[in-house]
């Protein structure tokens, strides 16, 4: 399969089989990230990946601190979107919330459990910077998540990006012994999708060309 038809195909899935996801692949897919371009080769990015116990350790803690804390799912803005960014929101609601009403769950609630035990998946990938870079480096780490995203869609994996618990970035580093130097910037469940689970049948839009892209000439 071509790049372009992996972009295509590439969705988040936050349902998966109780298969196990082999060192091999997860490698694979980490080392495919790691070939991401960056400023002059700073190459930024650390990944942290855990699984069995050491991931159920986890998942008890972030369901603990969620539950004190209680941080949602939001844009992070602090003023109001703009009308039309916010329907891209609500476009996306649209076709998930009819999906998500089968499993018997408040929207939110699934949300906020979900990203707290990655949905499930058998691996758990956690996306470190270093501090010391400035926040421009943001972007280095974002191309080198699009690698792997891609690297294991190719592999027949799945994936789901999450931001969420990034807001427990200490619990996170204290669980899995990560220097306090370091700052977590995403989350990333990977596995093999659970292609009967309600939640994950439906496809988000995206916006079509003329909305992202100015010419001139």
């Excluded at 369901?63 to 703009?82: D, I, N, Q, Y």
């Excluded at 009308?83 to 891209?88: G, L, M, Q, W």
């Excluded at 789901?160 to 130097?181: H, M, Q, R, S, W």
Aim: net charge neutral.
């Amino acid at each position: 399969m071509d790049v372009q038809n992996i972009m295509k195909q590439r969705k988040s899935v936050r349902n998966y089989l109780d298969k196990i996801v082999s060192r091999a692949d997860i490698e694979d897919v980490i080392r495919c990230a790691g070939a991401a371009p960056s400023a002059i080769n700073l190459q930024p990015w650390e990944y942290v990946v855990t699984y069995g116990e050491e991931k159920d350790r986890l998942i008890r803690r972030l369901k603990k601190v969620h539950a004190m804390k209680h941080v949602s799912c939001g844009p992070g803005t602090k003023a109001p979107l703009p009308e039309k960014i916010s329907n891209r929101s609500r476009g996306a609601l649209k076709v998930m919330e009819p999906q998500i009403s089968k499993l018997d769950i408040p929207f939110n609630q699934f949300i906020e459990q979900g990203s707290c035990s990655f949905y499930g998946a058998p691996v758990a990938i956690i996306v470190l910077m270093d501090k010391l870079f400035p926040k421009l480096r943001y972007l280095d780490v974002g191309l080198s998540v699009s690698y792997l995203l891609l690297a294991a869609e190719g592999k027949g994996l799945s994936t789901c990006p999450i931001g969420l618990i990034t807001e427990y970035g200490d619990d996170i580093k204290a669980v899995l012994n990560i220097p306090e130097e370091k700052e977590v910037l995403l989350a990333i469940g990977l596995g093999y999708a659970d292609e009967t689970a309600p939640e994950n049948d439906f496809r988000t839009d995206r916006e079509p060309l003329k909305e992202i892209l100015t010419w001139y000439e």
